[in-house]
């Protein structure tokens, strides 16, 4: 029989009654932490550019009993943004977790990379990300009870990518991570919690072409000390712990979800 404590310990994974916002939720990770949310039990918004995948995603999560809400967004643009975030509070009165997920990459060596993809990689992993932090933690700091936000960085934000060649998506995660430990600093006493997730290799929208192929598939079993690579439920699991009262004692550290890729 579990004790007291250890209840306390289960429950404070939940999410009831609580609102979370997803970005970067019409595929691949975004979509298991949307997932992930909802049977938590918060009420969740998911948002990307991908309308019609949202739509669905929604409609599956509603399946579930639990409120969702697709919204178009950009978040490159901070008009997009800012209109998420209102849409979030109007519908909902308040917004608890923001998974700031929404990335792109495009493997190129440094010496032919174009600087149009360089600044297109940066502005969706570094300046969209921030422009959501702004925005939903300035709701967080104006609400009763806080909030936590989990931004989603990468492996490549603390080591370089060697044979995957990326100069933009490393630099840009590597931002993610130094500016969640200034918000989190900035924040932490007045009641909104910030962190990040660093996914080694998981299979997704991202990493299609690499998994696709037996010889990509060997090199991350041979690269990562577990062998393998992770599986969705692994990442969805960090990613509540971070963005629910279990970690409340925790702001300002970046969780590496790799199977010890960052340790070798």
Same mark, same amino acid.
């Given at each position: ?89 109007? /519908? ?116 299609? /072409? ?55």
């Amino acid at each position: 029989m579990a004790t007291d404590a250890g209840l306390a310990v289960l429950d404070s994974f939940r999410l009831d009654g609580r609102v979370a916002v997803v970005t970067g939720a019409s595929s691949g990770l975004g979509v298991v932490f949307a997932r992930a949310m909802s049977a938590a039990g918060a009420a969740v918004v998911v948002a990307a550019r991908r309308e019609e995948r949202l739509q669905e995603l929604a409609a599956r999560l509603a399946e579930g009993g639990r409120e969702a809400l697709a919204v178009r967004c950009d978040v490159t643009d901070r008009g997009d943004v800012a209109r998420l975030c209102e849409r979030t509070l109007e /519908e909902f009165g308040r917004v608890d977790v923001l998974i700031a997920n929404a990335g792109v990459s495009d493997p190129k060596p440094a010496e032919s990379e174009p600087e149009e993809t360089f600044r297109w990689i940066v502005d969706v992993n570094l300046h969209g990300v921030f422009w959501c932090n702004q925005s939903f933690g300035a709701a967080m700091l104006g609400q009763d009870g806080g909030g936590s936000i989990v931004n989603v960085a990468s492996v490549l934000g603390l080591v370089g990518g060697g044979q995957i060649p990326q100069a933009s998506y490393t630099a840009s995660k590597g931002a993610v991570v130094n500016m969640t430990r200034e918000l989190a600093a900035q924040w932490a006493r007045r009641g909104v919690r910030v962190n990040a997730l660093a996914p080694g290799f998981f299979e997704s929208e991202m990493t299609e /072409e690499m998994f696709a192929s037996e010889t990509g598939r060997n090199w991350i079993r041979k690269r990562t000390p577990m062998g393998r690579a992770g599986a969705e439920h692994e990442l969805a699991a960090a990613a509540l712990f971070l963005a629910s009262d279990a970690s409340s004692y925790v702001t300002g550290q970046t969780l590496a979800v790799d199977g010890g890729w960052t340790i070798v």
